[in-house]
């Protein structure tokens, strides 16, 4: 399966620190993306990182790609209450879907 | 922003009953998606589709399972009879080129009771 594991799957953190959430799969990919879901609702697209790019910016949001250790990094600095919701990585192949998965639940506590 | 808009938000089934959930795609993405997500699981594909007809689907989109893009604008997913684990949130998605640049709707809860 190529399905993404994201890790931790848990994560509860003050309001201000940074939350650092990874990825890792198990076939190569063209690019890998992350998403955000609030409790009960749509999915959020947050990021994508091309399978030739290592590092992203957009925002408070820094996401890292690591091809030859098949692992992704989402870093969010300066935590923000509203910032919890949990976290999806989802890898694509040459095909047209998306593998998720399991996600990491982040809580910012005020 | 251009959104995906799906209908209803919520949908209540009897088992065995037909249920068909809608969704209005980005008007220029030619790439259209449904996944599913179970209560606490993860977020699992089903089907995409292509130029009118399924270019992908997954083992959960069995014979019960049926798309269709009867206008032009709208995407449906029809469960012709639905059983209690079919209950779920399922988001349709559409996108401009396939496996990029997906845009997800907020998703159709079915309760299957």
């Known amino acids: 399966s190529q399905q993404g594991e994201e890790d931790p799957q848990a994560l509860s953190i003050q309001e201000g620190e940074n939350a650092t959430m990874n990825c890792s799969y198990k076939?190569?990919?063209?690019?890998l993306q992350w998403y955000r879901q609030n409790s009960g609702r749509g999915l959020v697209h947050l990021i994508l990182i091309r399978s030739n790019e290592r590092e992203k910016h957009s925002g408070r949001l820094r996401v890292t790609l690591d091809t030859s250790k098949k692992s992704s990094s989402l870093l969010i600095t300066a935590s923000r209450a509203a910032d919890t919701a949990s976290y999806f990585c989802a890898t694509a192949n040459t095909g047209n879907q998306f593998y998720f998965g399991t996600g990491t639940s982040l809580t910012v506590i005020p | 922003e251009p959104e995906v808009t799906q209908t209803p938000s919520h949908q209540v089934t009897q088992m065995g009953q037909e249920v068909i959930l809608r969704c209005v795609p980005i008007s220029n993405h030619l790439y259209f998606y449904w996944y599913r997500q179970i209560l606490g699981q993860k977020v699992e594909f089903l089907v995409s589709f292509y130029n009118n007809e399924i270019s992908e689907k997954s083992e959960i989109f069995d014979d019960q399972f049926s798309v269709e893009r009867p206008d032009g604008s709208n995407f449906t997913l029809k469960i012709r009879s639905t059983k209690l684990e079919d209950s779920a949130m399922y988001f349709c998605?559409?996108?401009?080129?396939?496996?990029?640049?997906?845009?997800f709707g907020s998703g159709t809860r079915l309760t299957v009771v």
């Open positions: 076939t190569s990919i063209n690019n």
């Open positions: 998605a559409s996108s401009a080129k396939g496996g990029y640049g997906y845009t």
